[in-house]
């Protein structure tokens, strides 16, 4: 049975600012530039948004900061943070605010000018009791763990992380807006600066600045507006636990349950779907996501990368616009997934554009592989 909200809510607006370096800029101002560029995408006006949606690492009460920034007086309005995956949730909370009628048209934006205010990939968090003793140097400390057991459990190996790196690199040097262009090859990963064991600098996110926003509508309303539609068809969300020290299981994240429920509210499987984006911010991330999202069995994954599989012309479009990995990632980057998957629905990736794309899925990570949220995008053909 289709669920209720399947297809009811889409994005009709994307836009982005300052993406790779903005000086000068601060985080409110690429927050509100890339508002104000999705809203225009949309063909609506800035006094058309009565729904606000918010996070960000720089500001303790988002809403409040960005509606003032923008002028705007929401009559609904969610700054939930549970880290980079905020906005894949806020997509399914925006989707059930404008179902309800306490909005019509819904903002949610993103900002942050972190390369050129600091340039240090660091934990934007508080410090975990139990883990501060032992010196930890998230967030790379935590994922670095998670990498290792993996390769112990599994027989992955750094090769077969690097495999990530490259393919990202891949498709951003089919991205004119990626920041990090040019060759990249296996042994380059490998002959990078070690970071934390068994990680390279290459296997770490890009630290840049950028903004990012997208405006959602009633599905009715859509279909009038300027743009083709992204529908939101399913999401779903799970959190297991805070510090890297409570993960239940290195080798598995709350993706599997979370991927599962957003695909049965989406009416669909794994098979269905024609692009991933998910969140790269080290290369353990991607092959952790394939295997709890049903791409491949669990302990797979680093197989399942060799080869060119989710590289330009492999069988799994992933991470189309080289990522967080290559293309961008200003601290938070779960925005920027959905700007990749509408833009690449609506067929206007340019020599990036998959050949057949009506089904994306969006899957944000947040904190040290703590919090992690399924979106599911699809185009009018999927109704």
Known sequence: ??????????????????????????????????????????????????????????????TLSAAEYLGLKPRFFDGTNVGGSSFEAHLLHAALALDAGLCDAALVCYGSNQRTAGGKLASMSEKQLHETPYRPRHPITAYALAA?????????????????AVSARAWANLNPAAFARGP?????????????????????????????????????????????PAY????????????????????????????????????????????????DAFTINTILFLEDLGFCPKGEGGRFVQGGTIAP???????????????????????????????QLRGAAGARQLASCDIALCHGNGGTLSSQVSAVLGSAATL
């Open 148 to 164: 290792s057991r993996h390769m112990h459990v599994f027989g992955t190996t750094r090769e077969m992380l690097a495999e990530v």
């Open 232 to 279: 939101l068809l399913g999401a779903a969300g799970a959190q297991w636990h805070r510090a890297i020290a409570n993960m239940p299981d290195l080798t598995v994240t709350a993706a599997s349950d979370s991927g599962p429920r957003a695909f049965a509210m989406a009416g669909i499987t794994p098979g269905d779907v024609q692009l991933a984006m998910l969140y």
């Open 313 to 343: 012309g492999g069988k799994l479009a992933v991470n189309t616009s080289g990522g967080g990995l290559s293309c961008v990632h200003p601290g938070m980057y779960g925005l920027f997934l959905i700007i990749e998957a509408v833009t």
């Open 1 to 62: 049975m289709t669920h209720q909200l399947r297809g009811k809510a889409a994005v009709v607006g994307i836009g982005t600012a300052g993406t790779g370096e903005a000086p000068g800029w601060s985080a409110i101002e690429l927050l509100g530039q890339a508002s104000l560029n999705a809203i225009e995408d949309a063909g609506l006006k800035l006094s058309d948004i009565d729904g606000l949606f918010c996070a960000t690492s720089m500001h303790a009460f988002p």
């Open 184 to 228: 990249l090859t296996v042994a380059d990963v490998l002959a990078s600066r070690m970071v934390s064991d068994p990680l390279t600098v290459a296997d770490c996110c890009l630290v840049t600045d950028g903004g990012a926003a997208c405006v959602l509508v009633r599905a009715d309303r859509a279909r009038d507006l300027r743009q083709k």
